[in-house]
């Protein structure tokens, strides 16, 4: 096993897991809109916070959109009055409290080590060859998240096996730049018709091996 390199946001998470150990690949999983950015997002800024670098491959929101949850997370502010708040970001005649925790929180994103790659089309060896530049530019890296997994451009026609290929690439990848890698999986709706409703491994979305590769 390798070196603890990250940590989680959340204390009971932490105390339970001891942190995220270089090499490994972790899976955050949960139907749409179940708040697996959300995690994600505050585990990145959590990190930041420590000045561990992090990359995020937001392939399914853009950078806008990103950033507003980085905001609230980091304010508290609601998605809503971010958004509205916004236009008058820039103007420094508009105050008011709202206003100036959004502008001191941009200054916080602005200088922690958060790298954000929004293009909506990966392949997993685009993902490792900008992995392996931004720990290059900015002299590390301890934490990739890849939101989210099934929104990897696959280029054969056996979309299990080729997603089963480039979540092994991801594996691979946080081995050698003594990273971590969280994946956001989505998950298939089996579990909506069984009697107990709880998640197993084996509801991950699109391939059995996203749960035999990752940790």
């Given at each position: ?6 940590g989680w946001p959340l204390p009971s998470l932490q105390s339970m897991m001891n ?129 989210f997994l099934q929104m990897i451009a696959l280029a054969g026609r056996n979309r ?27 998950l298939n709706r089996q579990h909506v018709y069984r009697q107990d409703k709880r ?17």
């Amino acid at each position: 096993r390798g070196m603890y390199v990250a940590g989680w946001p959340l204390p009971s998470l932490q105390s339970m897991m001891n942190g995220i150990e270089s090499g490994d690949l972790v899976m955050i999983a949960g139907s749409p809109s179940s708040g697996k950015t959300s995690f994600v997002v505050q585990t990145l800024l959590y990190n930041a916070s420590k000045g561990r670098p992090t990359l995020i491959f937001s392939m399914d929101r853009g950078r806008s959109k990103l950033a507003r949850r980085f905001l609230a997370k980091l304010t508290g502010i609601s998605l809503a009055k971010i958004k509205e708040i916004e236009p008058h970001l820039a103007d420094k005649t508009q105050v008011g409290t709202e206003l100036q925790m959004l502008r001191q929180a941009v200054h916080e994103i602005e200088h922690r080590p958060i790298f954000i790659d929004d293009r909506r089309s990966h392949t997993a060896a685009d993902i490792v060859a900008i992995s392996k530049s931004v720990k290059e530019k900015s002299g590390g890296l301890a934490l990739i998240a890849v939101d989210f997994l099934q929104m990897i451009a696959l280029a054969g026609r056996n979309r299990p096996q080729d997603l089963s290929e480039a979540v092994q690439m991801l594996r691979a990848l946080a081995g050698d730049l003594d990273c971590a890698v969280i994946g956001l999986s989505q998950l298939n709706r089996q579990h909506v018709y069984r009697q107990d409703k709880r998640p197993q491994l084996s509801d991950l979305s699109g391939s059995g091996g996203l749960e035999q590769t990752s940790d």
